[in-house]
């Protein structure tokens, strides 16, 4: 596990310093209003509230924010598990897939438990400097539960030459 991951935890679950970086970085997720409900090595749940900035014509949410909660609460691993590495680490999301099977209204949370799957992808793409790809499964569920979409992930990371 890259040690610094605490570091990055500490960043993004600091409601101040995450909403700075967001409207730095990340401006369309600090408009769509996403946050962090928890994130540590193995798990990551994204929040997002329904509301009229992030509506579609049909009264629930817009599957575009619904793809970028699901995308965050996957990339918050492997942005963590890169963040200040010797040697650095590139990655990119190269497939995205979803699944809608109710109207996304009130309070959705996605939730990926995919952590160690990507420390152990990036730890052997730093090993043998291969490339390498992983899927990473969110799953969005309302207030009662339900689940109201899902997403697969898939990434590439490659470890840049020293």
């Keep these: 596990m890259n040690p610094q991951f605490p570091r990055f935890e500490q960043l993004?679950?600091?409601p101040f310093r995450f909403a700075l970086f967001k409207?730095?970085?990340l401006p369309a997720s600090f408009v769509a209003g996403l946050r962090v409900e928890k994130l540590n090595a193995a798990e990551a749940v994204i929040l997002v509230k329904h509301g009229w900035l992030n509506q579609n014509p049909f009264r629930?949410?817009?599957f575009?924010?619904?793809a970028m909660a699901a995308e965050m609460s996957t990339g918050l691993f492997a942005v963590g598990q890169t963040y200040q590495?010797?040697?650095s680490v590139s990655m990119l999301v190269v497939n995205i897939e979803g699944k809608f099977f109710r109207k996304?209204?009130?309070t959705i949370a996605f939730t990926c438990k995919d952590g160690a799957l990507v420390d152990q992808t990036i730890e052997a793409c730093i090993a043998d400097g291969e490339g390498r790809t992983l899927q990473c499964r969110?799953?969005?569920t309302n207030e009662?539960?339900?689940v109201v979409s899902e997403f697969v992930i898939t990434w590439s990371f490659k470890a840049k030459k020293v």
């Design 12 to 14: 993004v679950t600091n």
């Design 23 to 25: 409207l730095v970085k």
């Design 138 to 140: 969110s799953i969005g």
């Design 64 to 66: 575009a924010v619904q």
């Design 144 to 146: 009662q539960g339900e």
């Design 60 to 62: 629930s949410m817009y």
């Design 85 to 87: 590495r010797n040697p």
């Design 104 to 106: 996304a209204t009130g």
